[in-house]
């Protein structure tokens, strides 16, 4: 991974996260964004996930990441509408909005930021596209896009099942109990067939919840990290950030 010249985002990089600068993003945070970027990186390196939030949620955002949201809305990143209108002769032709869940306004510009816990990875297209259109545009100085990180994502099977054995987690009876939704035919079918060969069912169940919720066409680091080295989102300034696995609780 590129070396990084500001102290904020070296102490991302320290604490195991990945973090990527594309377009002088990392110039522009430290000179016209500092404050920002500060306390954005002071709520990252302090949120935690708990397992039991990531199985109980089913891999949804619920819970986890309504709480980094809420921290993120607490230091006024609030969702906005950016509405655009094309005027010909002084009258509107056309008009479009783009949405970010995140926008911080400061003197200098504003910043544009999008959590991306648990997606189908096409949402890093949209994402990367709307920072491209609105920079270009001159409503945002910097897109930022946080996701699972490689560590994250390549931990979670070791992670998960370790939850559920410590939970004790036997049969299907206990999925009520560990507050897990309720698995569909063919879900159970494939736990019972690894069942019968001899897989413990916490190993199985386990497998089968991973391969399903955090699957590779989800949004993570490696799928944000293929994207931009493409060129999708140039000549927006990007910061990407990716969670890692030492997050894990």
Do not use: Y
């Not at 199985?55 to 619920?62: P, R």
């Not at 816990?117 to 491209?132: A, C, G, I, T």
């Not at 699957?215 to 990290?225: F, I, R, S």
């Amino acid at each position: 991974m590129p070396g990084l010249s500001g102290p904020m985002l070296r102490d991302l990089q320290s604490a195991g996260f990945d973090v990527l600068t594309r377009n002088h993003a990392e110039a522009i945070l430290a000179h016209d964004f500092p404050r920002d970027l500060e306390l954005l990186v002071r709520v990252l390196l302090e949120f935690r996930i708990p397992l039991s939030e990531v199985v109980s949620g089913g891999g949804g955002e619920a819970g986890l990441t309504q709480r980094l949201r809420h921290e993120l809305s607490d230091l006024n990143w609030r969702k906005h509408s950016f509405s655009v209108e094309t005027v010909v002769d002084g009258r509107a032709r056309a008009g479009i909005s783009h949405e970010v869940d995140h926008v911080k306004f400061a003197e200098a510009g504003a910043l544009a930021l999008e959590i991306e816990w648990n997606n189908k990875d096409p949402f890093f297209d949209r994402d990367l596209e709307n920072f491209q259109r609105l920079h270009a545009l001159s409503a945002i100085s910097v897109g930022v896009i946080v996701t699972r990180g490689a560590s994250m994502q390549a931990a979670f099977l070791d992670r998960i099942t370790g939850w559920m054995q410590a939970a004790g987690l036997t049969s299907e009876d206990d999925l009520d109990r560990l507050g897990i939704g309720a698995r569909t035919v063919a879900q159970q079918r494939a736990v019972a067939e690894q069942v019968a060969r001899g897989v413990p069912f916490a190993e199985a169940f386990a497998r089968k919840f991973v391969a399903d919720k955090f699957g590779q066409a989800t949004t993570h680091w490696t799928k944000l990290d293929e994207r931009v080295r493409r060129g999708v989102g140039n000549p927006c300034p990007l910061l990407l950030v990716g969670l890692p696995e030492e997050l894990l609780e």
